[in-house]
């Protein structure tokens, strides 16, 4: 079964609804209208047509961009597929036609606007116990533990650093933390 994909434009036209609460299933919902414009040369200004209001929900990684960045008035592109879902309500059945984005962005025709990348911190495995070693701070008091676990070293199978590639090893003229380059020295 082949499914219907949808690209609008538009404007928000409700405050967001947002459930944040669970991490990985994020979702963010609001409406959008869609106006249909023509230009009238009798008056000489643009009237408004025919008009198209749909409901877009976002899950996951786009909800959490869009939460901080999308406004009731913005002018927003929406992509994504069109469905409807059914649902019992007051003993009847009702259907709703709602898009499931895929991107939401700002309509970059009717504004300007400032792009901030978000950076996702990678999942980290919980590892067993005893890979962990604790260790003391100058200023921790005897018996407490340092709330800052570091996993134990583990013996180096790799090969020596002097088999390494050069720009794998900082050189002692550069900080550390530009010594290794594989994107022309971008930050992300």
Not at 113 to 141: L, Q
Not at 155 to 180: G, K, L, N, V
């Amino acid at each position: 079964m082949g499914s219907a994909h949808i690209q609008l434009s538009g404007n928000v036209a409700t405050k967001l609804k947002m459930s944040m609460d669970n991490p990985g299933h994020e979702r963010v919902s609001f409406r959008v209208i869609a106006n249909d414009r023509r230009f009238d040369a009798t008056t000489n200004t643009w009237l408004d047509g025919d008009e198209f209001s749909v409901t877009v929900v976002c899950w996951g990684s786009l909800a959490r961009g869009v939460a901080p960045s999308v406004m009731i008035g913005d002018p927003v592109v929406v992509t994504g597929k069109i469905l409807n879902r059914r649902y019992e309500a007051e003993g009847e059945t009702r259907y709703a036609t709602e898009v499931k984005a895929v991107t939401v962005s700002h309509d970059l025709t009717r504004g300007t606007a400032t792009f901030r990348k978000i950076y996702h911190k990678p999942a980290v495995e919980a590892a067993p116990e005893e890979n962990y070693e604790v260790r003391e701070t100058p200023d921790s008091s005897a018996g407490s533990e340092d709330p800052y676990r570091l996993p134990a070293e583990q013996p180096a199978e790799s090969q020596p650093a002097e088999s390494q590639p050069a720009e794998s090893q900082p050189s002692e003229s550069e900080p550390a933390e530009f010594a290794i380059s594989s994107n022309g020295g971008a930050p992300f």
